[in-house]
């Protein structure tokens, strides 16, 4: 069954550097979605992407934040400065088109990011 | 303001008795409502989705749920629980705002006792 990839697993980094989450959604998906856990909490939604360009994204992503579609296969979330605050575990997610299965979203595994 | 509410932090149930996990939600318009599954050190799982039609949904694993519109719930049920569907649930709501978001509820931890 075709699932969602994230890597790395786990990434601890210094506060203030740049750090790049990378995705690979299920090959024919076209909605695109980056989330954040903070241990213990919820999942809350960062941003949505479709169509090569963001769709919607909430109050948390701002101008540290950017996603990028490279190359057609990944899909990636950018942290230009990294606060602790950042730390969490960052899920990706993709679904279909516009069919009722289409809105079930696949999540992948995560990427907990640690900063120091 | 769109919220999704799930009272209940932890849930206790003993294994082969009928559970329940609650959920309500407050967003405009129709929403498009979902439960997912987290197991430990693992992403989110769907579990059952309601857009339109039947108010009861069965999903995978035994579980199903019922979409209430005046009470705006969507609890979650299962007829026996298993040791196995010990986890943590979220609820969601999808909702369309010039791009489509998810907000999901705080979580609810099920115990599931042998």
């Known amino acids: 069954e075709p699932e969602v990839t994230q890597t790395p697993s786990h990434q601890v980094t210094q506060m203030g550097q740049e750090v790049i989450l990378r995705c690979v959604p299920i090959s024919n998906h076209l909605y695109f979605y980056w989330y954040r856990q903070i241990l213990g909490q919820k999942v809350e939604f960062l941003v949505s992407f479709y169509n090569n360009e963001i769709s919607e994204k909430s109050e948390i992503f701002d101008d540290q934040f950017s996603v990028e579609r490279p190359d057609g296969s990944n899909f990636t979330l950018k942290i230009r400065s990294t606060k602790l605050e950042d730390s969490a575990m960052y899920f990706c997610?993709?679904?279909?088109?516009?069919?009722?299965?289409?809105?079930?979203?696949?999540f992948g595994p995560g990427t907990r990011l640690t900063v120091t | 303001a769109q919220s999704v509410a799930q009272p209940e932090d932890q849930v206790n149930v003993a294994e082969g008795n009928p559970l329940t996990v609650k959920c309500t939600y407050s967003v405009s318009g129709n929403p498009y409502l979902f439960w997912y599954v987290q197991y430990p050190n693992r992403g989110l799982q769907f579990l059952l989705k309601?857009?339109?039609?039947?108010?009861l949904v069965k999903g995978s694993y035994g579980f199903e749920a019922e979409f209430n519109k005046s009470q705006t719930s969507f609890h979650l049920k299962k007829p026996s629980a298993l040791v196995s569907d010990s986890a943590l649930y979220f609820c969601a709501v999808m909702l369309y705002t010039g791009g489509f978001k998810t907000i999901f509820g705080a979580g609810t931890r099920l115990f599931v006792k042998a």
């Open positions: 309601y857009i339109t039609g039947d108010n």
């Open positions: 997610a993709s679904r279909g088109g516009t069919d009722h299965k289409a809105y079930e979203q696949y």
